[in-house]
């Protein structure tokens, strides 16, 4: 992401831009530029695969600073599909995350759906939810026709 983006995401962008800032955040392991993504309301939620839901700043805060004790997450957002009004935005995506193992690197596979509303201070996130997935899900959701119901 150029300096530039950065700061586009920083002080408004698009929900793209937000979304792009997180993961690029993630994968650096930069909590403050993380959380730069998030509004700055009470009532933020993010949950991690088997994890509980965590809500506030404050909670979502530690359980990246925990994560990051750990390590950077090279997760990679992919099939993102978009549903997006004037003042909000859903983009559910498929993340690739790549793990080092002693037999090398492997991928593993994580759905989650982010939610951006538009705040003061520009699109921010709201939700951060994601489940375990698997690569067989990935490649599904790459084929699946759109049916309406």
Not at 38 to 63: S, T
Not at 101 to 114: D, K, L, W
Request: glycine fraction near 6%.
């Amino acid at each position: 992401m150029t300096k530039a983006k950065l700061q586009a995401a920083t002080v408004g962008g698009t929900p793209d831009d937000i979304e792009a800032a997180f993961y690029d955040a993630l994968q650096h392991g930069e909590v403050d530029k993380l959380m730069d993504c998030w509004a700055d309301e009470d009532d933020i939620v993010c949950v991690h695969p088997g994890g509980p839901r965590l809500v506030g700043p404050v909670a979502i805060r530690a359980a990246f600073d925990a994560m990051f004790a750990h390590g950077t997450i090279q997760a990679s957002p992919q099939h993102l599909r978009r549903v997006e009004s004037i003042v909000s935005a859903v983009h559910s995506v498929v993340e690739r995350i790549e793990v080092m193992t002693p037999e090398g690197p492997r991928h593993a596979y994580v759905v989650a759906t982010n939610v951006f509303h538009k705040t003061a201070q520009g699109w921010r996130m709201v939700v951060h939810h994601a489940s375990p997935g698997t690569e067989h899900a990935a490649e599904a959701s790459a084929e699946v026709a759109q049916v309406l119901h």
